[in-house]
């Protein structure tokens, strides 16, 4: 069967399946399930009321926060954005039409992966392959952020291939309100030349975060001392992510998470160098970037969108180079982004394939690229 027959064949699968995953979400959403997005609620509200939310925190002639947040302080006037209505049903249509949307910039960056392809496809095509990401499921019924930020980061990409670094690190740092995802991907303004934006996106995010201390009250050495980077994290040691080799070597889980910053930092300095400036392009170095922030920072399940713009790439270069190896490896990568999480989190195998198996079509990628130099 031609090849572009099973491409379409396997798009609509996928589409098919994708509209599964984000439906159920969507009505486990609007029975209540969104916990997530209600205790974001919870937090943010105690922010707008001047109390900053964390249990460790006493100032005086405060009341102590009724609820505890480990999100970083610049997150929580960002979340102005998602609660500027006190009506629950308006904040679930909000956010999940924002999903939507992110998804429409993502299905670009599929495209963008495939530009040149021997192969044509429909634009549908391209908006299945994020959609179909298992973790879809849990981030819609939970009202979880992992989709719109992946959208922001997909709209850093496209205005730094712009030359535009300003609009480029305003995206990067308000997807920062989940800094474990947008971390790694300050990589791409030394990759691009484009230090302007990572200082924008840095200045700003060091002013939101000097705005909300103002606004509750709390100084600078009071946050240390009730800070996030305080907590014990032991809600990291799980079967997926980074949570896999953090249990394999029994390591502290505040020593992981440092190792994982202090990795993305030195990561983000070598893409100053020119010899990786000739060597890798601004698609490929996005997958790699979602990478690192997967398999060095602590996620769950719903997270496993931030693994799309690898997979789009890998995709590619497969189609383009059709290998034994390159067919296996994309075939593995891809079932575990999207097979339900009830099927890949079964067992010890099947979650550390979750972790595996991406890093084994990176390291493939990263060899055909640099063979075609």
Request: aromatic letters at 12%; one cysteine or more.
């Amino acid at each position: 069967m031609p090849s572009h027959i099973l491409l379409r064949i396997a798009s609509v699968l996928l589409l098919l399946l994708g509209i599964a995953y984000t439906g159920n979400g969507t009505v486990l959403a609007w029975h209540g399930r969104d916990g997530d997005y209600q205790d974001r609620a919870k937090e943010y509200a105690s922010y707008a009321k001047g109390i900053y939310p964390n249990r460790r925190l006493a100032i005086p002639g405060k009341e102590r926060a009724p609820v505890h947040s480990v999100y970083p302080p610049y997150a929580f006037p960002m979340m102005k954005a998602f609660f500027w209505t006190d009506h629950v049903a308006t904040r679930r249509v909000f956010i999940q039409s924002l999903s939507l949307v992110a998804f429409a910039a993502l299905a670009w960056q599929g495209r963008s992966a495939f530009a040149g392809s021997r192969i044509a496809l429909a634009p549908w095509q391209f908006f299945a392959l994020p959609l179909a990401f298992s973790g879809n499921s849990t981030a819609f019924s939970q009202g979880q952020f992992t989709i719109p930020c992946m959208g922001l980061l997909v709209l850093q990409v496209m205005f730094l291939q712009k030359n535009r670094p300003t609009a480029a690190g305003l995206c990067w740092a308000l997807a920062m309100i989940k800094p474990h995802i947008a971390l790694p991907f300050a990589m791409l303004f030394p990759l691009q030349q484009q230090w302007r934006g990572l200082l924008w996106g840095g200045m700003l995010l060091v002013a939101l975060s000097a705005w909300a201390l103002w606004h509750t009250g709390v100084s600078p050495s009071a946050f240390f001392s009730a800070s996030p980077a305080r907590e014990k994290l032991g809600f990291m040691v799980q079967p997926y992510a980074a949570g896999l080799w953090v249990s394999w070597t029994g390591m502290p889980p505040r020593s992981a998470s440092a190792i994982g910053i202090g990795i993305s930092l030195l990561t983000t300095a070598a893409a100053g160098f020119a010899w990786l400036r000739n060597r890798l392009s601004l698609l490929p170095a996005a997958g790699f970037c979602g990478l690192l922030a997967f398999a060095l920072f602590y996620h769950r399940h719903y997270d496993n969108l931030i693994l799309f713009p690898l997979l789009a790439v890998t995709l590619a270069h497969c189609i383009a180079r059709p290998t034994r190896t390159a067919i296996t490896m994309t075939t593995a990568f891809a079932a575990t982004a999207f097979m339900p999480a009830g099927i890949m989190l079964r067992n010890d195998t099947l979650a550390a394939l979750t972790l595996l198996a991406p890093l084994a079509a990176a390291a493939w990628l990263w060899t055909d690229l640099h063979r075609k130099k």
